[in-house]
């Protein structure tokens, strides 16, 4: 089992949603939350953690691919990565996710 956390100030992503960081879906997702702030930084977390939990660091090129999506109760889950919890939480400044490998 491998764990990753990443804590990510709000105002520090306004200027990365691109089809560099995001796929289609989540800026969809993000289009469909207004464009909050809050909601951007948590989805990066959520990616910065996952390549915590898997040890590599952030591959650039790969951040698009780690599909972050929502059961319809609002749990966020990680689409290509079957053997995994995640957890992501935020207030208006602030966003912080855990990401867990089995």
Do not use: W
Not at 76 to 100: G, Q
């Amino acid at each position: 089992m491998n764990i990753g956390i990443d804590i990510v100030e709000c105002e520090r992503v306004k200027n990365l949603v691109s089809n560099k960081i995001f796929s289609q879906e989540e800026l969809e997702y993000i289009k469909n939350k207004n464009g909050a702030l809050s909601t951007i930084a948590g989805l990066f977390a959520a990616k910065e953690a996952y390549f915590k939990a898997k040890g590599s660091g952030i591959i650039k090129s790969e951040l698009p691919k780690v599909v972050i999506d929502h059961h319809k109760n609002g749990q966020p889950f990680y689409k290509n990565e079957h053997n995994s919890a995640l957890s992501i939480s935020h207030t208006d400044t602030t966003a912080v996710a855990v990401c867990i490998i089995f």
